[in-house]
C-alpha cells in the first residue's frame, strides 16, 4: 500500500524538528547523540543550577505550580531522570499520566496538573518512534519538568493543602513522599492515600462515579412544568417521575410505569427524595420540590466535588464521640463509634451572621445563663431602643455590669443615654436567667475564638420551618435537656437534676467528666449510615466561593500556558530566577 502524502511529509517534518532542536540545544554544534538520560539530565542539571542559557533554549511550558520543589528536586539527583529512560517514558512516567487521565473521577482537574501539555508531547514522542527518528532530549526535560511538578500538585492537593485547613505541605515532605513512591513502586497506592481514610470520603467518590455515568448516558429526564400534584391525581409526567426517582434509587424497579396515576408507591418514593434534599416530606410535587427534580446532574457532580474538595481540606480529629453540627442540613448528630446515638434539629446564623466552621472540645456546661449581648447586636438592635426608653431595661430583664466587675450593677436611670455611643458604653449588658432569655435555660461551652456555643432557644417554635437560618451565629438546639442528660449521666446526673439546675435563677457551671469533641461543618453533599445521598442549599454561598476559587486557579493557569505558548524564546522564565 503507497505511503500517502501527508504521512511522507509528517515523517520529514518530525526529521527536522529533530535536527533543528539539536543543534539548538548543543549550543548550534551538531553532535553525534548521548544517551537519551544522559542528555536530559545534563539539561536538568543546569536547569535546576539557575543557568540562563539552558532556560532560553528550553520549549514553551505552562508555569510550574512547585517550581521550588521542582528544582530542589533534580538539584539532589544532579539532574538525573525520574520519569525517562533510554527509550523514552519510563513505566512510572506511564502510570502518572494514566492517573492524570482519571484525576476526574476523585473530582480534580487534570488541567490543574499539565495534562494539556503532555499530551501533545506524548504525541509527538510517539511519532518519532514511529519514523525511527530520536526526540528531542530537550521536550524529555521538559516533560521530566511537569511530571514532577504535577505530582507535587497532585499531592498537595489530595493531601488538603488550603488556606481553609491551614494544612501546608512542605518542599521536604513533597520530595521525602516522591523519593519514597519512585523507590518502592507504588505511585498510584501514595497518592491515593494521602486522602481522607473516612466511609463519608468513600461514600462521596462513589457517588461521583455513579452522577459521571448517568452524565455520560444523558443525565435525568425534565420534568415539565404544570399543576401541582398530588397524591392520587393523574397527570402525563408522572412516568417521567417516576424514571426520575429510580434513577436515584428512591423508588425500587417493577411496578405500571405506562400508568398515568401518582400511586401510593410512588408518593413514598417521591418522600424519601424530598427527605434527603431537605424538603418537607408531604409527597406534594410543587414548585420547591420541582426545582429539585429538575436539578441537572452535572449541578450534583459539581456539588459532590466541592464537598471532596472541603473533606481534603478538613483538618478534625475524629474521636470514638463526637459531637456534629451540620449547618447546610440545620442538624445535630452525636456519634458514638461511628453510629448515631442522637440526632437534633437546629437554628443556625442568618446569612449575614454566618456560624463558622471550626472544631473545638466541649469542656462544660452552664445552666440558667446570663446573655451578654455581643457587641454586634448591642450597637445594631439594643441601643437605639435604650436610648429611647431606659426603662426598657428592666422591663426585659437586662442589667449593666461595670466593666471587669461583674458583681457590680450600673443604674441605667442615672445615665444620659444621649451622650452614649457604643464605643462609651457604661459596661457590659447582659439578659437574667429566665424563660426570656435567647440562651434558653443552658448552653453547652466549647471555647473558640468565634465565641460560638450551642444553647438553648427562648423561640422552640423555628425549629418546625425549613429554613433555620435566624441565629446571631451561635448554634439553637431543639432538645437541650436530653443533651445534657447525655453528657452529665457518667457523672451520676438525672433528668430531675438537670430541670431543677435550669430553673435556677443564677448560672451554674458543671464541668463534663471528659471533653467530647465538637465538629461544626458545612456539608452540602453526603451521604448517611445506610449509603443513601443527601443534598442541602448552599444558604451561605460557600460552595460557591470554593468554586469561583478553584475557577480562578485554572483560569490563571491557563492564561500563564497561553503566554508561554505565544511568547519568545526564553519568555517563560523563572526557573531558578
Known amino acids: 500500500m503507497p505511503i500517502c502524502y501527508s504521512e511522507c511529509m509528517k515523517g520529514i517534518l518530525v526529521i527536522i524538528f529533530f535536527l533543528l532542536s539539536t543543534v539548538l540545544l548543543s549550543g548550534g554544534a551538531v553532535c553525534l547523540a548521548s544517551p537519551l538520560p544522559d542528555e536530559v539530565s545534563r539539561i536538568l542539571a543546569r536547569l535546576s543550577q539557575g543557568d540562563e542559557e539552558t532556560l532560553v533554549r528550553l520549549p514553551a511550558r505552562p508555569p510550574l505550580s512547585r517550581e521550588e520543589a521542582v528544582l530542589a528536586f533534580y538539584r539532589l539527583r544532579d539532574g538525573e531522570p525520574a520519569w525517562v529512560g533510554n527509550l523514552g517514558l519510563r513505566a512510572g512516567g506511564h502510570e502518572l499520566i494514566e492517573f492524570l487521565r482519571g484525576v476526574g473521577d476523585l473530582g480534580l482537574c487534570s488541567d490543574h496538573y499539565h495534562l494539556a501539555a503532555i499530551e501533545p508531547l506524548l504525541d509527538l514522542s510517539g511519532d518519532s518512534l514511529r519514523h525511527g527518528v530520536l526526540f528531542d532530549p530537550g521536550y524529555f526535560a521538559l516533560l521530566e519538568l511537569m511530571l514532577t511538578d504535577a505530582f507535587f500538585g497532585l499531592a498537595a492537593d489530595l493531601a488538603g493543602e488550603s488556606p481553609e485547613s491551614g494544612r501546608e505541605i512542605s518542599t521536604r515532605d513533597l520530595l521525602r513522599l516522591l523519593n519514597r513512591s519512585l523507590a518502592k513502586g507504588d505511585l498510584t497506592a501514595t497518592l491515593l492515600g494521602l486522602q481522607p481514610d473516612r466511609h463519608q ?18 443525565g435525568w429526564p425534565a420534568i415539565p412544568a404544570g399543576p401541582t400534584l398530588r397524591p392520587g391525581m393523574r397527570d402525563d409526567r408522572v412516568p417521567l417521575v417516576r424514571q426520575r426517582l429510580l434513577l436515584d434509587g428512591d423508588l425500587d424497579p417493577g411496578g405500571d410505569w405506562d400508568s398515568l396515576l401518582y400511586d401510593p408507591e410512588t408518593v413514598l418514593a417521591l418522600k424519601s427524595f424530598q427527605r434527603r434534599h431537605g424538603i418537607a416530606d408531604d409527597g406534594v410535587i410543587g414548585p420547591i420540590t420541582l426545582t429539585e427534580l429538575n436539578r441537572p446532574v452535572e449541578e450534583r457532580i459539581r456539588q459532590v466535588e466541592i464537598n471532596l474538595v472541603r473533606w481534603r481540606n478538613e483538618n478534625r480529629d475524629y474521636r470514638e464521640r463526637y459531637v456534629q453540627v451540620n449547618i447546610a442540613a440545620y442538624r445535630l448528630d452525636v456519634i458514638e463509634l461511628g453510629e448515631t446515638v442522637m440526632s437534633m434539629p437546629v437554628v443556625v446564623g442568618t446569612p449575614y451572621r454566618k456560624t463558622p466552621s471550626f ?168 451521604a448517611d449510615a445506610g449509603g443513601r445521598m443527601h443534598y442541602r442549599n448552599d444558604i451561605y454561598q460557600r460552595d460557591a466561593d470554593l468554586e469561583l476559587a478553584w475557577q480562578r486557579r485554572l483560569a490563571d493557569e491557563t492564561e500563564g500556558w497561553q503566554l508561554a505558548k505565544a511568547g519568545a524564546p526564553g519568555q517563560n522564565r523563572s526557573l531558578s530566577q
Open 201 to 218: 470520603f468513600a461514600d462521596l467518590l462513589v457517588e461521583l462515579q455513579r452522577l459521571r455515568r448517568l452524565s455520560a448516558l444523558g
Open 359 to 526: 472544631s473545638a472540645s466541649m469542656r462544660y456546661i452552664e445552666f440558667a445563663p446570663f446573655w451578654y449581648v455581643p457587641p454586634t447586636i448591642l450597637r445594631e438592635d439594643k441601643l437605639p431602643v435604650i436610648r429611647r426608653d431606659p426603662g426598657w431595661l428592666k422591663r426585659h430583664h437586662y442589667e449593666i455590669v461595670r466593666w471587669g466587675r461583674p458583681t457590680e450593677l450600673v443604674d441605667p436611670m442615672r445615665i444620659n443615654w444621649r451622650r452614649i455611643r457604643p464605643e462609651n458604653f457604661p459596661g457590659l449588658l447582659r439578659q437574667r436567667p429566665g424563660p426570656w432569655n435567647p440562651l434558653g435555660r443552658v448552653k453547652f461551652m466549647f471555647p473558640n475564638r468565634y465565641s460560638v456555643y450551642l444553647h438553648d432557644t427562648d423561640s422552640p417554635n423555628l425549629f418546625a420551618r425549613l429554613d433555620r437560618t435566624y441565629s446571631s451565629g451561635c448554634i439553637r438546639i431543639e432538645r437541650p435537656l436530653d443533651l445534657a442528660l447525655y453528657l452529665l449521666r457518667a457523672a451520676g446526673w438525672d433528668c430531675d437534676r438537670i430541670i431543677e439546675a435550669m430553673e435556677r435563677s443564677e448560672p451554674l457551671r458543671v464541668d463534663l467528666p471528659e471533653p467530647v469533641q465538637v465538629h461544626i461543618v458545612y456539608w452540602t453533599a453526603w
